[in-house]
């Protein structure tokens, strides 16, 4: 009686460890889901490769120093260390991961080394061996909004289109049948200028297959910030332009042609087209302008404490300023000692 009183004992261990065992394997494999109102990166950032990313008190970052792989630093760049080998942009990060666009197969050893293709990723933050391809597909530019992420595609069965998934990847759906830009979110809903019949803004709720146009201006790279959309005016030489979608009033910020911007709290960074280029900055208003740097540049991205940028046809070296202070341009030297 004893004996068998043992043996039971010993079964409903055995089970009790398999079952407790199996809930802890389930709750490391779940994936932590985000709060609404997440949003992975800038609509300026995004639209300039999304080459840096701020969150959580670090900067993620693609190195152009060590082939644009996927490093991660404090934002006044101590701290560097290097989490994926391959090229990368487009970067996310919120909660527990990051995310990223990987651009082609990597190459040699290395911590986070992937030899898999191009696709979108999630990787966690403190373990970045852990990494999972949510969709190998060629894409442009990809955005994080609460749990799912936003791209744009083009497969030869599918053609040009925007597509969302889950950050589980699971529940991958097409949402539009043509080309769609998805770096600005706000308000649950992402902001896009239309491809397809004219250029005025778009916005499609967030999950949503409707989008409806909601500004009849001819625009590019529109960044919604509040009720205020900021963006290059296709019809007016390209000039930059803020519109305040509450009372209906358009201010024209800069009549120079503009390439390429970004937003920082207190000043828009843009470049100059023409015969003399220049990388500039202009307060929000308006009301105050100056030369950052002369030349082409572009990739401009912001952190809290820095605007970077690169040189337009040459990757190295990367230039930065301080976002908010006085200007002073220097190269981006912490990233190149990491690098070759």
Not at 148 to 173: C, H, M, R, W
Not at 180 to 199: E, K, L, R
Not at 231 to 238: F, G
Not at 259 to 268: G, V
């Amino acid at each position: 009686m004893k004996r068998k009183i043992i043996a039971i004992f010993s079964i409903i261990c055995i089970i009790t460890v398999f079952i407790v065992t199996g809930i802890v394997v389930q709750l490391n494999q779940r994936i932590v889901k985000n709060p609404v109102g997440t949003v992975g990166n800038t609509a300026g950032n995004l639209y300039n490769g999304g080459l840096f990313c701020e969150d959580d008190g670090y900067v993620y970052f693609s190195n152009p120093y060590d082939t644009y792989a996927l490093y991660r630093m404090r934002p006044n760049e101590t701290e560097i260390e290097k989490l994926i080998q391959t090229e990368t942009g487009s970067i996310n990060a919120a909660g527990k991961y990051f995310y990223f666009y990987q651009k082609g197969s990597g190459s040699g050893e290395g911590f986070g080394y992937m030899i898999s293709t191009t696709g979108i990723y999630r990787a966690e933050k403190e373990n970045p061996n852990k990494i999972e391809c949510l969709d190998r597909i060629l894409s442009e530019t990809m955005v994080l909004a609460d749990n799912s992420i936003y791209y744009n595609t083009a497969k030869q069965e599918e053609g040009v289109n925007l597509k969302k998934i889950d950050i589980d990847g699971e529940n991958a759906e097409i949402l539009l049948n043509y080309k769609v830009t998805p770096a600005c979110v706000n308000n649950s809903a992402i902001y896009f200028n239309n491809t397809t019949d004219n250029g005025h803004l778009m916005q499609l709720p967030l999950g949503s297959k409707n989008a409806a146009d909601i500004l009849a201006e001819d625009m590019y790279m529109p960044i919604v910030d509040g009720t205020t959309v900021y963006y290059i005016d296709i019809h007016n030489n390209y000039a930059l332009i803020s519109y305040d979608m509450s009372s209906g009033e358009k201010t024209v910020l800069t009549t120079e042609r503009t390439d390429t911007y970004n937003i920082s709290d207190l000043f828009i960074y843009y470049q100059t087209a023409g015969e003399t280029p220049q990388l500039k900055r202009i307060s929000k208003d308006g009301a105050f302008s100056e030369v950052v740097a002369d030349g082409a540049y572009h990739n401009i991205n912001i952190t809290s404490q820095y605007v970077y940028f690169q040189k337009f046809g040459v990757e190295r070296p990367v230039y930065k300023t301080p976002v908010n202070g006085v200007v002073t341009v220097s190269t981006f030297d912490s990233a190149k000692l990491t690098g070759f």
